[in-house]
């Protein structure tokens, strides 16, 4: 690395010589795809004279992050959009410029790499936040987010390397700023893309920044013993090769250097000394097959004894990068501990250069479906598990998949990670629950939007609140897409819980017994009711059904189906004895007598009965709340008999069915054609209609089965137009 910087400092400035660089960068590219970067080169030179832009350190890091990643091996494409990026951001040249004498795709690039600038400008708001490691994290993933091209991605890291080389010229504080931002952002997002030659590089200029006295001494440490090592590396690379000669395999055998960077990681890691370091002795072999990297270790392990504890298959289980390679490191000779890396060339190529090892395959005809699955690949970045920290992946809402998240900022520049759609509200409740009750209002880039706008990737969102207040019930009405997120809908029906009880305790229960009433149900014990659903006192349910956790129709349709008369006074299902199974009614205590329905309350099963048992003429059924039979049983409380329905059959009953509604066109017809719908039989009709006040009453006589289907019909028939109410007669 040191021999590395020592030849770039000494190579000429690009800028004397444009015409002689452009060729040498061009002469890494295929013939066919060097008109575009030549177009590229003569745009910039144009700036130049035309504008009379600077050819100052600017242009140097241009050059300089041209070349790498040239040297890398990406597309003219993104060499392009790295040389004239600079220009682009300071408006020295437009997006239509580039379009027109370039092409859409370096113009989409640059944009792309603009959008990210956001993050150069958090790192001066941040202050304290830079030194969280969660607040880094959260930066790789808005990184990937934000970049639809993973190439997007690839040039911000060029010219990280670039700012890098150049941060000798600047302040302290600028130098240290500029590394820390390197080495906790970009290093792992170059480690993720597997770029190697770039991560290792960003590496160790962050760490001659950060560390000068201990990077100094580590370079001194590896200069001082350098020639002793490079002798005992190449004694140690003829043994190897002649016992790969001798078992038949050609096979490249190479040095490898160390990083700077990775030494001094070891180091703080394992707490070592600099002579503890295995692996600062190291060669690479590199075969032709997979195959041929097993033969290779069985050869190195039957010359040499290895340290069990520093053997590593990355064949078997890739790492996440999909880096692949075997590991081991044995004792050659004098006893001293040698580190032997084996891959294919396949495998080299990609450790060295990454995503770049395919991308030229992109530039050609056809598809290449190696690069097809990089790039699938590429877009499941989100997981940092094995980077810098160790920090959790988004949790997974209902309302997004984890993999659809934005990254949105606060004005202090804390990033806030939240589902894609996301609104101002969600990211206010997001903050604080309390921030989100008094939220009225927010602010994009100073100017206000509406509070159901969805946010964007790299938005810094203020929120506008008032002293005291709460949320709208509006916000939880899932149609006017004020809230994203199922925790910040949470933090509003919460609050709606705590307040106003005794409003909602009323308006629950004037629904539920309207519920009740409009089914034909009455006499209800309604402490039982809400013991039964473990609400405790009725109050605490009546509560619930008025802020609508619970339904007042789901509770009467609950009770229908019931069979407890402590809970409800109707039975509405009660077991017939075997001998009576085919009896609609069965009659405590008195047999199967013959029995028929009052006319007067026309009871249908699943309501509360009671038989009263006439002269001559069986036993006749009534509702429980029937006033008739109220005066049967202050008159003749002996001829009153407890009568339960017997099992299911197909018998239908009269049910009487008043309905109100604003008199329309068509009113009749909806209703009836929801009772055809139904396939219920009308076996009367009676209708009138108050002018004056444009309203109809209507009564229906119909045939129903039970309550279940006469319930369901009285919602299906309320919901139409213009209908006021529809319930039992």
Request: glycine letters at 6%; a neutral charge; aromatic letters at 6%.
């Given at each position: 690395?040191?021999?590395?910087?020592?030849?770039?400092?000494?190579?000429?400035a690009?800028?004397?010589?444009?015409?002689?660089?452009?060729?040498?960068?061009?002469?890494?590219?295929?013939?066919?795809?060097?008109?575009?970067?030549?177009?590229?080169?003569?745009?910039?030179?144009?700036?130049?004279?035309?504008?009379?832009?600077?050819?100052?350190?600017?242009?140097a890091?241009?050059?300089?992050?041209?070349?790498?990643?040239?040297?890398?091996?990406?597309?003219?494409?993104?060499?392009?959009?790295?040389?004239?990026?600079?220009d682009?951001?300071n408006?020295?040249?437009?997006?239509?410029?580039?379009?027109?004498?370039?092409?859409?795709?370096?113009?989409?690039?640059?944009?792309?790499?603009?959008?990210?600038?956001?993050?150069?400008?958090?790192?001066?708001r941040?202050?304290?936040?830079?030194?969280?490691?969660?607040?880094?994290?959260?930066?790789r993933?808005?990184?990937?987010?934000?970049?639809?091209?993973?190439r997007?991605?690839?040039?911000?890291?060029?010219?990280?390397?670039?700012?890098?080389?150049?941060?000798?010229?600047?302040?302290?504080?600028?130098?240290?700023?500029?590394?820390?931002?390197?080495?906790d952002?970009?290093?792992p997002?170059?480690?993720?893309?597997?770029?190697?030659?770039i991560?290792?590089?960003?590496?160790?200029?962050?760490?001659r920044?950060?560390e000068?006295?201990?990077?100094?001494?580590?370079?001194?440490?590896?200069?001082?013993?350098?020639?002793?090592?490079?002798?005992?590396?190449?004694?140690?690379?003829a043994t190897?090769?002649?016992?790969?000669?001798?078992?038949?395999?050609?096979?490249?055998?190479?040095?490898?250097?160390?990083?700077?960077?990775?030494?001094?990681?070891?180091?703080?890691?394992?707490?070592?000394?600099?002579?503890?370091?295995?692996?600062?002795r190291?060669v690479?072999?590199?075969?032709?097959?997979?195959?041929?990297?097993?033969?290779?270790?069985?050869?190195?392990?039957?010359?040499?004894?290895?340290?069990?504890?520093?053997?590593?298959?990355?064949i078997?289980?890739?790492?996440?990068?999909?880096?692949?390679?075997?590991?081991?490191?044995?004792?050659?000779?004098?006893?001293?501990?040698?580190?032997?890396?084996?891959?294919?060339?396949?495998?080299?190529?990609?450790?060295?250069?990454g995503?770049?090892?395919?991308?030229?395959?992109?530039?050609?005809?056809?598809?290449?479906?190696?690069?097809?699955?990089?790039?699938?690949?590429?877009?499941?970045?989100l997981?940092?598990?094995?980077?810098?920290?160790?920090?959790?992946?988004?949790?997974?809402?209902?309302?997004?998949?984890?993999?659809?998240?934005?990254?949105?900022?606060?004005?202090?520049?804390?990033?806030?990670?939240?589902?894609a759609?996301?609104?101002?509200?969600d990211?206010?409740y997001?903050i604080?629950?309390?921030v989100?009750?008094r939220?009225?209002?927010?602010?994009?880039?100073?100017?206000?939007?509406?509070?159901?706008?969805?946010?964007?990737?790299?938005?810094?969102?203020?929120?506008?609140?008032?002293?005291?207040g709460?949320?709208?019930?509006d916000?939880?009405?899932?149609?006017?897409?004020?809230?994203?997120?199922?925790?910040?809908?949470?933090k509003v029906?919460?609050?709606?819980?705590?307040?106003?009880?005794?409003?909602?305790v009323?308006?629950?229960?004037?629904?539920?017994?309207?519920?009740?009433?409009?089914?034909?149900?009455?006499?209800?014990?309604?402490?039982?009711?809400?013991?039964?659903?473990?609400?405790?006192?009725?109050?605490?349910?009546?509560?619930?059904?008025g802020?609508?956790?619970?339904?007042?129709?789901?509770?009467?349709?609950?009770?229908?189906?019931?069979?407890?008369a402590?809970?409800?006074?109707?039975?509405?299902?009660?077991?017939?004895?075997?001998?009576?199974?085919?009896?609609d009614?069965?009659?405590?205590?008195?047999?199967?007598?013959?029995?028929?329905?009052?006319?007067?309350?026309?009871?249908?099963?699943?309501?509360?009965?009671?038989?009263?048992i006439?002269?001559?003429?069986?036993?006749t059924?009534?509702?429980?709340?029937?006033?008739?039979?109220?005066?049967?049983?202050?008159?003749?409380?002996?001829?009153?008999?407890?009568?339960?329905?017997?099992?299911?059959?197909?018998?239908?009953?009269?049910?009487?069915?008043?309905?109100?509604?604003?008199?329309?066109?068509?009113?009749?017809?909806?209703?009836?054609?929801t009772?055809?719908?139904?396939?219920?039989?009308?076996?009367?009709?009676?209708?009138?209609?108050?002018?004056?006040?444009?309203?109809a009453?209507?009564?229906?006589?119909?045939?129903?089965?039970?309550?279940?289907?006469?319930?369901?019909?009285?919602?299906?028939?309320?919901?139409?137009p213009?209908?006021?109410?529809?319930?039992?007669?």
């Amino acid at each position: 690395m040191v021999a590395h910087k020592d030849k770039l400092a000494s190579a000429p400035a690009p800028q004397n010589d444009l015409a002689g660089w452009a060729r040498s960068l061009m002469a890494r590219l295929d013939a066919q795809h060097r008109p575009l970067l030549e177009a590229a080169v003569a745009l910039f030179a144009q700036l130049r004279v035309d504008l009379n832009v600077s050819s100052g350190e600017d242009d140097a890091d241009a050059f300089v992050a041209a070349e790498l990643l040239a040297d890398v091996g990406f597309d003219s494409e993104t060499l392009a959009a790295a040389l004239l990026l600079h220009d682009f951001e300071n408006a020295a040249v437009t997006v239509e410029q580039i379009r027109t004498q370039l092409n859409p795709s370096v113009a989409e690039l640059l944009e792309g790499v603009q959008r990210m600038r956001v993050i150069h400008d958090l790192r001066q708001r941040q202050g304290d936040l830079v030194a969280d490691q969660n607040q880094w994290e959260a930066l790789r993933r808005m990184v990937f987010a934000m970049a639809s091209d993973v190439r997007v991605v690839i040039v911000t890291l060029g010219w990280c390397v670039a700012h890098l080389r150049a941060a000798k010229t600047k302040s302290v504080p600028e130098q240290q700023a500029v590394a820390r931002e390197a080495l906790d952002l970009y290093a792992p997002l170059a480690n993720r893309l597997g770029i190697w030659q770039i991560k290792w590089e960003i590496e160790d200029l962050a760490l001659r920044t950060l560390e000068p006295e201990r990077y100094k001494e580590i370079a001194r440490l590896l200069e001082e013993r350098r020639v002793d090592r490079e002798r005992y590396i190449a004694s140690f690379i003829a043994t190897l090769q002649g016992a790969l000669r001798d078992a038949g395999i050609d096979a490249e055998v190479k040095g490898r250097p160390k990083h700077i960077y990775s030494i001094w990681k070891k180091m703080q890691r394992k707490n070592l000394g600099f002579e503890e370091i295995f692996d600062i002795r190291a060669v690479r072999v590199i075969t032709k097959t997979v195959a041929e990297c097993y033969a290779v270790l069985s050869v190195v392990h039957s010359r040499w004894n290895y340290v069990r504890s520093e053997f590593d298959d990355y064949i078997a289980a890739p790492k996440e990068n999909a880096y692949q390679s075997l590991h081991t490191a044995v004792l050659g000779p004098e006893e001293r501990v040698v580190e032997v890396q084996i891959r294919s060339s396949d495998m080299d190529q990609h450790a060295e250069l990454g995503v770049a090892a395919h991308w030229r395959y992109k530039e050609g005809a056809g598809v290449d479906l190696t690069l097809e699955r990089k790039l699938t690949w590429l877009r499941q970045l989100l997981d940092w598990r094995d980077t810098v920290v160790s920090s959790p992946a988004p949790q997974t809402e209902s309302d997004g998949d984890a993999a659809e998240r934005i990254y949105v900022f606060t004005p202090k520049g804390k990033i806030i990670d939240l589902p894609a759609g996301a609104t101002p509200l969600d990211f206010a409740y997001h903050i604080h629950s309390d921030v989100g009750h008094r939220c009225r209002g927010a602010k994009v880039a100073d100017k206000i939007i509406p509070l159901t706008a969805a946010l964007h990737n790299g938005d810094v969102v203020e929120i506008l609140t008032i002293k005291q207040g709460g949320p709208s019930r509006d916000w939880l009405n899932p149609n006017l897409g004020y809230l994203k997120s199922a925790k910040a809908r949470d933090k509003v029906a919460q609050w709606f819980k705590q307040q106003n009880y005794d409003e909602d305790v009323a308006h629950g229960r004037t629904q539920l017994e309207k519920e009740l009433h409009r089914v034909g149900m009455t006499e209800v014990n309604f402490e039982r009711l809400a013991q039964r659903f473990d609400y405790g006192k009725p109050d605490k349910l009546f509560a619930a059904v008025g802020r609508g956790e619970v339904k007042a129709s789901q509770l009467a349709h609950a009770l229908q189906q019931s069979t407890p008369a402590a809970e409800v006074t109707p039975r509405i299902v009660a077991p017939p004895r075997s001998d009576k199974a085919r009896s609609d009614i069965y009659i405590e205590g008195e047999g199967n007598l013959l029995t028929h329905f009052a006319k007067c309350c026309k009871p249908v099963p699943g309501d509360d009965v009671m038989g009263y048992i006439t002269r001559g003429r069986g036993v006749t059924v009534h509702r429980r709340d029937c006033a008739e039979l109220a005066h049967y049983r202050v008159d003749a409380p002996e001829r009153v008999a407890d009568v339960t329905w017997g099992r299911a059959s197909e018998t239908t009953y009269p049910v009487d069915v008043s309905i109100v509604a604003s008199d329309r066109q068509g009113l009749l017809r909806d209703i009836t054609s929801t009772l055809a719908n139904e396939r219920i039989n009308v076996t009367g009709t009676h209708s009138i209609s108050d002018t004056q006040a444009n309203t109809a009453y209507i009564t229906f006589t119909l045939q129903m089965k039970d309550t279940t289907q006469l319930s369901r019909l009285l919602s299906q028939i309320g919901q139409l137009p213009s209908v006021i109410s529809a319930k039992r007669a």
